[in-house]
């Protein structure tokens, strides 16, 4: 009897596992199969690959990140220096075995010279490892600083503010609001996007003397956040600064509201996506939360603008931040492009390495070094139910700053050659 | 800081509180595993599909309770068509067959619920008679997770009177232990097992409308769930109540106690603990079969 049950118990997981493979990669052929074209391309196209989840633990992403990427390239009329740009997709599935699996194919079968993506900080040092074997331009918008700093290379291309000008805009703007407010509580995404920033939330803190009670890390893809609530709760902190990110962070913050913390005491979103997230939750939910951002769609510059309004008009609804990051990378690299008067990678690189100018953010300026973009980052406050003037009133934008790391504090000691 | 004797009760009391919701989660799964021996991997899906119904209740009606009381009940009559239609005539075929049906559903279910809903999350508040927080001395803790584990408790109960002391509970509880016998005696098995999918799926939409205050929607959390259902099954003891109860005790508060002294060790824990009690014991605490 006891045996059946065994080998029951194993069929049944055995069988569960290959389900879960099966499901995986039954939706990556989807994603690849809607883009066309077999064998090599005509050399004339200049072959983009967009990298983004559809599917995993940060599949609500995908989809808008495509369109951000489209708005750009439908904005240059899918052509730059006169030649047809053709537009890759692929779906990483949130992992880093799929995605550098996925990139490989689309350089090998699609001819991609441009990897723009993904989005998960882990999944983004395993694809630059692909892009730097090869030699193919890759841009990536996340919180890993390793992309503009110990793992720095010739191909790689960061977006997203650096987690030290993060932190110090989160830390610096919060305390300028709420100046008694130093004891702080952290609980941080247990991977490469959370370690950056704890890292710099606790060296940037003890410049404007805050005091880290405590800081605990959660797997990546966390459901159940009661036991981290209470432990966070029980500590007594002036304030809660989380690190995580899409469902994680969302998750997050209405056990953190079940609880009864907000809107009584503050809570942070160190690193949010903004509009993405904060949709998904209910106005009593953001009372008292303050988000620290990458873009906001109240940006006033004339491309953030621009932008925002045909978004809006396209699909009803403000962008956020992915959207907007897959857009401005995608906006950079054609203006590289533009800028090298050619589609060769090492051109385009060399054109982007000290690259300045106003774009989506206003000014922005690409650090050769380290191919940091050096821009700024954004502080809201999100509003009270009865402040919203509609249902995608979130927040006020209540601050930027665009500190940069100290050079002392890059791990980018050579960003090596082509 | 709290000192340690006062951090270790609240996690515990919070361990209670999430395990009997665990225990919830998977009591469908047992009862459908248990008599039909299909692990039925749309449970997730149905779970989903109460929480989305439970939001589509909301927006018609601005009830609450209401939703509570339809949405699981649509699921219900929905899944025994289902059965009856379409997974009825697979079982001649072989359980393999079953078994990948019901991972076909859901997968269907889940993408029509993007179909329909969209592929980004909702979050639904806590009725407000239920919000807030309740005072228990040491901590506050929310008035609406109590709420749940008191019904999780009234429905296990529930479920275990409807088997042990009501004739259709014997007749399924006979048909768990042995079809066979329970269909020479001149019972219609087929019709059992109807009504038991539609009663493990009852289960299952159930516990997705009252966790959705708890964990909020979005169209995978059928997929995020299902491997705690899984585990509640498998170490409780595949179709034990009881079981069920123990084991999801168990998983609560492990990764309550495993989230205060190492945060980032709560998930794989929970797995860690059921692949050691299930090394020692592989039917499962309470499994007899």
Same mark, same amino acid.
């Given at each position: 009897?006891?045996?059946?049950?065994?080998?029951?118990f194993?069929?049944?997981?055995?069988?569960?596992?290959?389900?879960?493979?099966?499901?995986?990669?039954?939706?990556?052929?989807?994603?690849?199969?809607?883009?066309?074209g077999?064998?090599?391309?005509?050399p004339?196209?200049?072959?983009?690959? =967009?990298? @983004?989840?559809?599917?995993?633990a940060?599949?609500?992403?995908?989809?808008?990140?495509?369109?951000?990427?489209?708005?750009a390239?439908?904005?240059?009329?899918?052509?730059?220096?006169?030649?047809?740009?053709?537009?890759?997709?692929?779906?990483?599935?949130?992992?880093a075995?799929?995605?550098?699996?996925?990139?490989?194919?689309?350089?090998?079968?699609?001819?991609?010279?441009?990897?723009?993506?993904? @989005?998960?900080?882990?999944?983004?040092l395993?694809?630059?490892?692909?892009?730097?074997?090869?030699?193919?331009?890759?841009?990536?918008?996340?919180?890993?600083?390793?992309?503009?700093?110990?793992?720095?290379?010739?191909?790689?291309?960061?977006?997203?503010?650096?987690?030290?000008?993060?932190?110090?805009?989160?830390?610096?703007?919060?305390?300028?609001?709420?100046?008694?407010?130093?004891? #702080?509580?952290?609980?941080?995404?247990?991977?490469?996007?959370? #370690?950056?920033?704890?890292?710099?939330?606790?060296?940037? =803190?003890?410049?404007? =003397?805050?005091?880290?009670?405590?800081?605990?890390?959660?797997?990546?893809?966390?459901?159940?956040?009661?036991?981290?609530?209470?432990?966070?709760?029980?500590?007594?902190?002036?304030?809660?600064?989380?690190?995580?990110?899409?469902q994680?962070?969302?998750?997050?913050?209405?056990?953190?509201?079940?609880?009864?913390?907000?809107?009584?005491?503050?809570?942070?979103?160190?690193?949010?996506?903004?509009?993405?997230?904060?949709?998904?939750?209910?106005?009593?939910?953001?009372?008292?939360? @303050?988000?620290?951002?990458n873009?906001?769609?109240?940006?006033d510059?004339?491309?953030?603008?621009?932008?925002?309004?045909?978004?809006?008009?396209?699909?009803?609804?403000p962008?956020?931040?992915?959207p907007?990051?897959?857009?401005?990378?995608?906006?950079?690299v054609?203006?590289?492009?533009?800028?090298?008067?050619?589609?060769?990678?090492?051109?385009?690189?060399?054109?982007l390495?000290? @690259?300045?100018?106003?774009?989506?953010?206003?000014k922005?300026?690409?650090?050769?070094?380290?191919?940091?973009?050096?821009?700024p980052?954004?502080?809201?406050?999100?509003?009270?139910?009865?402040?919203?003037k509609?249902? #995608?009133?979130?927040?006020?934008?209540?601050?930027?700053?665009?500190t940069p790391?100290?050079?002392?504090?890059?791990?980018c000691?050579?960003?090596?050659?082509l | 800081?709290?000192?340690?004797?006062?951090?270790?009760?609240?996690?515990?009391?919070?361990?209670?509180?999430?395990?009997?919701?665990y225990?919830?989660?998977?009591?469908?799964?047992?009862?459908?595993?248990?008599?039909?021996?299909?692990?039925?991997?749309?449970?997730g899906?149905?779970?989903a599909?109460g929480?989305?119904?439970l939001?589509?209740?909301?927006?018609?009606? &601005?009830?609450?309770?209401?939703?509570?009381l +339809?949405a699981?009940v %649509?699921?219900?009559?929905?899944?025994?068509? *289902?059965?009856?239609?379409?997974?009825?005539?697979?079982?001649?075929?072989?359980?393999?067959?079953?078994?990948?049906?019901?991972?076909? %559903?859901? %997968? +269907?279910?889940?993408? *029509?619920?993007?179909? $329909?809903?969209?592929p980004?999350?909702?979050s639904?508040?806590p009725?407000?008679?239920?919000?807030?927080? $309740?005072?228990?001395? *040491?901590?506050?803790?929310?008035?609406?997770?109590?709420?749940?584990?008191?019904?999780?408790?009234?429905?296990?109960?529930?479920?275990w009177?409807?088997?042990?002391?009501?004739?259709?509970?014997?007749i399924?509880?006979a048909g768990?232990?042995?079809?066979?016998?329970?269909?020479?005696?001149?019972?219609?098995?087929?019709?059992?097992?109807?009504? &038991?999918?539609?009663?493990?799926?009852?289960?299952?939409?159930?516990?997705?409308? *009252?966790?959705?205050?708890?964990?909020?929607?979005?169209?995978?959390?059928?997929?995020?769930i299902?491997?705690?259902?899984?585990?509640?099954?498998?170490?409780?003891?595949?179709?034990?109540?009881?079981?069920? +109860?123990?084991? &999801?005790?168990?998983?609560? %508060?492990?990764?309550?106690?495993?989230?205060?002294?190492?945060?980032?060790?709560?998930?794989?824990?929970i797995?860690?603990?059921?692949?050691?009690?299930l090394? +020692?014991?592989?039917?499962?605490?309470f499994?007899?079969?």
């Amino acid at each position: 009897m006891k045996e059946v049950t065994r080998r029951e118990f194993l069929k049944l997981v055995g069988t569960a596992a290959g389900i879960a493979g099966l499901e995986s990669a039954a939706f990556g052929c989807q994603v690849a199969g809607q883009v066309g074209g077999p064998g090599p391309q005509p050399p004339q196209e200049v072959p983009m690959l =967009g990298i @983004w989840p559809f599917t995993g633990a940060f599949a609500d992403v995908g989809p808008v990140l495509d369109r951000g990427m489209s708005l750009a390239l439908e904005e240059w009329g899918y052509k730059v220096i006169g030649r047809p740009i053709k537009y890759v997709k692929r779906d990483d599935e949130t992992k880093a075995d799929t995605a550098t699996r996925r990139v490989e194919e689309a350089i090998e079968t699609e001819g991609v010279k441009y990897v723009i993506g993904p @989005w998960s900080s882990g999944v983004a040092l395993a694809v630059s490892e692909v892009a730097k074997r090869r030699k193919v331009l890759h841009f990536f918008s996340g919180g890993t600083e390793d992309i503009s700093g110990k793992r720095c290379h010739r191909y790689s291309f960061q977006w997203a503010a650096h987690a030290y000008t993060a932190a110090d805009t989160v830390i610096k703007t919060f305390l300028r609001e709420n100046p008694g407010a130093k004891r #702080w509580y952290l609980l941080i995404a247990d991977y490469a996007f959370g #370690w950056s920033l704890e890292k710099y939330l606790k060296l940037v =803190g003890e410049k404007y =003397g805050v005091q880290v009670l405590g800081a605990d890390r959660h797997p990546l893809g966390e459901r159940e956040f009661s036991g981290y609530v209470s432990k966070a709760v029980g500590a007594r902190p002036d304030v809660v600064a989380m690190v995580n990110f899409g469902q994680d962070a969302i998750q997050a913050v209405r056990t953190f509201y079940n609880f009864g913390w907000q809107p009584k005491q503050p809570l942070i979103m160190t690193w949010s996506a903004g509009v993405e997230e904060l949709v998904q939750l209910e106005p009593e939910m953001r009372e008292n939360v @303050w988000v620290g951002t990458n873009f906001y769609y109240t940006i006033d510059t004339p491309v953030a603008r621009e932008f925002v309004k045909r978004y809006r008009e396209k699909y009803g609804e403000p962008p956020g931040y992915a959207p907007a990051a897959a857009y401005g990378m995608t906006r950079l690299v054609l203006r590289g492009i533009e800028k090298a008067k050619s589609a060769e990678v090492p051109d385009v690189i060399q054109a982007l390495e000290g @690259w300045e100018g106003e774009d989506l953010l206003g000014k922005m300026r690409i650090d050769p070094r380290t191919h940091q973009t050096l821009r700024p980052y954004f502080f809201l406050r999100c509003k009270k139910k009865s402040e919203m003037k509609d249902q #995608w009133d979130f927040a006020d934008l209540i601050g930027t700053g665009d500190t940069p790391q100290p050079r002392e504090l890059n791990g980018c000691q050579d960003i090596g050659s082509l | 800081m709290p000192d340690l004797a006062a951090t270790v009760t609240i996690q515990l009391f919070n361990g209670l509180v999430v395990g009997m919701i665990y225990a919830l989660i998977g009591i469908g799964l047992t009862l459908i595993l248990g008599l039909l021996d299909i692990p039925n991997f749309a449970h997730g899906a149905l779970y989903a599909l109460g929480a989305y119904l439970l939001l589509q209740l909301l927006g018609l009606t &601005g009830s609450f309770w209401l939703g509570l009381l +339809i949405a699981p009940v %649509v699921v219900f009559i929905l899944s025994m068509l *289902l059965e009856r239609l379409l997974i009825r005539p697979l079982y001649p075929v072989g359980s393999n067959y079953v078994l990948l049906f019901t991972f076909a %559903v859901s %997968v +269907i279910v889940q993408e *029509l619920i993007i179909l $329909v809903w969209g592929p980004v999350g909702f979050s639904v508040l806590p009725p407000s008679i239920l919000a807030g927080s $309740v005072e228990l001395g *040491l901590f506050s803790y929310p008035r609406y997770h109590i709420f749940v584990m008191l019904v999780s408790v009234a429905v296990i109960l529930a479920l275990w009177l409807l088997l042990e002391r009501t004739r259709y509970g014997a007749i399924m509880r006979a048909g768990i232990e042995n079809k066979t016998m329970v269909s020479a005696l001149g019972i219609d098995v087929y019709r059992l097992f109807t009504l &038991g999918f539609g009663l493990g799926a009852y289960l299952a939409a159930l516990a997705g409308v *009252l966790m959705a205050p708890i964990r909020g929607l979005m169209p995978y959390m059928g997929v995020d769930i299902l491997p705690f259902a899984f585990v509640v099954v498998a170490l409780g003891g595949l179709g034990n109540i009881i079981g069920a +109860i123990a084991a &999801g005790l168990i998983i609560g %508060v492990t990764q309550s106690l495993t989230t205060q002294f190492w945060p980032q060790g709560s998930t794989i824990t929970i797995f860690a603990v059921m692949a050691a009690i299930l090394l +020692i014991r592989p039917q499962g605490l309470f499994g007899a079969r």
